[in-house]
């Protein structure tokens, strides 16, 4: 049997006070559909994503988050389609849940230079809780475990329920703004039948401007091109209660990509009086070798929490399928957002 803590089960199973949180990435524009569904079909090319999160492996309620994706594009009705599959174990375990999106985007071009992408997302998604849990009120500290009476009455140990979310992003060849909503119907994932957990939703503001050093303004995806830039980048996001920005620097050398993040909001939002809230510093590289991308991240605790969680790990792989286009092929516009997936391509 596995030994959990009450208040973990208070926090993650839902009620009253309570609200769960989605994941949260470090390598987010190396997973864009999951960033925002107005990235799909944002490569102009058949696009395959693996990706791995391990959070606070030191903790034994460690988060794993496994993600796989895929989108393309159809360049004749401007239309990007993908698929993402994320399997989150929360606990060690103790929660999983697993959800399957559809995205789906349209390219408009609003002049020469800018273009915008609306995007919608609709998925389905399936919450477990280990139903051989062990709870406070079953051990005594003379004699350890006591009663296999849990005095836990759930309905249910699963729920499925479905998620709808909507994105936007505006862009021309330097600078993007997005914008994305997950959990616009706001559904219920309570293992208790008279009890209500609406997930709140979860909105996230991306932007940054690419400086390119080398550059052409109109190139497919995959055309050669030597980058060499620097992308200052933000990123907001808000659910129910919890908030979080994220400040960096990309530095792009032709197949290298480095990058270092903050995480916090220290002047705004406080632990307590005194201690200000600093959440973590994030290290990242990738490296293009043709047609496949590896990506990695390390999350630096900084917070309360520093000795207690070894930080977080990110592991990225990317492959993009290349076509080959028959001379005089119609040039589209590039997304300039600081792409993990393909820096030798932006």
């Known amino acids: 049997m596995k030994r959990r803590g009450l208040w973990l089960l208070t926090m993650l199973?839902?009620?009253?006070?309570?609200?769960?949180?989605?994941?949260?990435?470090?390598l987010f524009y190396a997973l864009p559909t999951y960033l925002n569904p107005a990235f799909a079909g944002g490569a102009h090319h058949n696009r395959a994503i693996v990706h791995y999160r391990m959070?606070?492996?030191?903790?034994?309620?460690r988060y794993s988050t496994f993600f796989a994706s895929y989108d393309t594009y159809f360049a004749n009705q401007k239309l990007g389609l993908g698929a993402v599959v994320m399997s989150d174990n929360q606990g060690s375990g103790t929660i999983k849940t697993n959800d399957l999106n559809i995205v789906s985007s349209y390219e408009i071009d609003l002049s020469k230079r800018f273009a915008l992408r609306p995007a919608l997302s609709l998925g389905l998604a399936n919450r477990k809780v280990d139903d051989n849990l062990t709870?406070?009120?079953?051990?005594?500290?003379?004699?350890?475990?006591?009663?296999?009476?849990?005095?836990?009455?759930?309905?249910?140990?699963?729920?499925?329920?479905?998620?709808?979310?909507?994105?936007?992003?505006?862009?021309?060849?330097?600078?993007?703004f997005g914008v994305s909503a997950k959990h616009l119907n706001m559904p219920n994932n309570s293992f208790l039948q008279d009890?209500?957990?609406?997930?709140?939703?979860?909105?996230?503001?991306?932007?940054?401007?690419?400086?390119?050093?080398?550059?052409?303004?109109?190139?497919?995806?995959?055309?050669?091109?030597?980058?060499?830039s620097i992308t200052p980048v933000a990123h907001y996001k808000f659910q129910g209660k919890s908030d979080q920005l994220d400040l960096g620097l990309y530095?792009?050398?032709?197949?290298?990509?480095?990058?270092?993040?903050?995480?916090?909001?220290?002047?705004?939002?406080?632990?307590?009086?005194?201690?200000p809230n600093n959440e973590g510093l994030v290290f990242m590289m990738g490296y293009?070798?043709?047609?496949?991308?590896?990506?990695?991240?390390?999350?630096?605790?900084?917070?309360?929490?520093?000795?207690?969680?070894?930080?977080?790990?990110?592991?990225?792989?990317t492959y993009i399928f290349q076509k080959h286009h028959k001379q005089g092929h119609k040039i589209m516009k590039r997304l300039p957002c600081p792409n993990l997936n393909h820096p030798h391509s932006q």
């Open 195 to 228: 009890s209500k957990n609406r997930l709140p939703i979860n909105m996230n503001f991306h932007t940054g401007m690419k400086i390119r050093l080398v550059h052409k303004e109109h190139i497919s995806y995959l055309e050669e091109e030597r980058d060499i």
């Open 135 to 176: 709870y406070g009120n079953q051990f005594n500290n003379a004699q350890g475990l006591v009663s296999n009476n849990t005095g836990e009455n759930f309905d249910k140990y699963s729920v499925l329920y479905p998620d709808v979310g909507a994105g936007m992003l505006f862009y021309d060849h330097k600078f993007w």
């Open 55 to 61: 959070q606070w492996p030191k903790n034994d309620a």
């Open 288 to 317: 293009n070798f043709g047609e496949v991308t590896f990506s990695y991240a390390y999350d630096a605790t900084i917070s309360k929490l520093v000795g207690y969680t070894n930080g977080a790990h990110e592991v990225n792989l």
């Open 251 to 275: 530095t792009i050398y032709d197949k290298l990509l480095l990058g270092a993040w903050y995480r916090g909001l220290p002047i705004i939002k406080k632990y307590s009086t005194n201690e």
């Open 13 to 26: 199973l839902g009620g009253s006070i309570a609200y769960a949180q989605d994941p949260q990435m470090s």
